[in-house]
């Protein structure tokens, strides 16, 4: 993603209500680029997952604040970074404990959250969280990626 | 962007919900509102039918996780039948699908 690259500028209210708004928008730029339907399909749900995790832990105590997201569409793919200026975390914590539900775990111990940024990471071919003011996540989907399989070790946190 | 519940009642303690639309951190509450309280029928059945379902994500999950967690306190049935490819998809990758297969077969019901 290193070439002159056509950018997509949004905001939106971090309120659950835009988050399809997001979504819609980045599937039309994916669908415009040429992606597979498996492909955009994929985008679509990284791009919600980031936006809900943005309203749901971003601006919790902090009232109610905005969502940026930039589209980079370059001849190799696409780059979206989701950025919001709220509650930070400590991402290299989070990373460390990405999993799948424990399908023979009992089944009161099996969480209803936290599969977010699992998600995010199995469906985007590179995944970078950076945490310095508020959080930015940047995922990229190659056009010519071959989609889930790489889950291991592909997110990576900047300080 | 909406989603449309319908409830069935088949008779006999034995409901059919089903979901069209987008299911994600707007609409997954009212999914919930809907669904749960059907888990809480002590020897009932549910089934959760995504054929019109058009998008999810993992809020959709965690709301299907919860209803299985309660239908298991209730020993109440609770099955997901028409996941499109892409759904079923979504299953496969958090685990979800492997974790619902055990819990119906634990408890020796037929998923028709």
């Given at each position: 993603m290193t070439e002159a690259n056509d950018v997509i500028r949004l905001l939106i209210p971090a309120?659950?209500?835009f988050v399809s708004v997001a979504r819609l928008a980045c599937s039309g730029a994916a669908s415009r680029m040429g992606y597979t339907f498996d492909a955009i399909e994929d985008i679509k749900v990284a791009v919600s997952e980031a936006c809900t995790n943005a309203v749901s832990h971003g601006y919790g105590k902090k009232g109610t604040g905005n969502i940026q997201i930039d589209l980079e569409c370059g001849s190799s793919g696409m780059a979206i970074t989701i950025l919001h200026n709220g509650e930070s975390f400590d991402a290299g914590h989070v990373l460390k404990n990405l999993k799948p539900i424990d399908a023979s775990a009992e089944l009161d111990k099996v969480s209803e959250g936290g599969l977010g940024l699992f998600l995010i990471n199995a469906l985007m071919d590179q995944v970078t969280i950076s945490t310095e003011c508020g959080v930015a996540v940047r995922m990229i989907k190659f056009l010519n990626g071959d989609g889930v399989g790489r889950i291991a070790n592909k997110v990576s946190t900047t300080e | 962007m909406n989603i449309s519940i319908k409830r069935k009642d088949?008779?006999?303690?034995r409901f059919l919900v089903a979901v069209s639309g987008e299911i994600d951190v707007f609409t997954a509450p009212e999914l919930q509102k809907g669904l749960l309280p059907l888990t809480e029928i002590r020897g009932g059945t549910l089934i959760l039918d995504?054929?019109?379902?058009r998008y999810m994500d993992s809020t959709a999950l965690g709301v299907i996780v919860a209803a299985l967690k309660s239908a298991s306190r209730h020993q109440c049935s609770f099955s997901v039948t028409g996941m499109t490819p892409r759904i079923q998809r979504l299953f496969e990758i958090t685990g979800l699908m492997e974790l619902l297969k055990r819990v119906q077969t634990s408890r020796g019901v037929a998923n028709d």
């Open positions: 309120k659950p209500e | 088949q008779g006999d303690h995504l054929n019109e379902t």
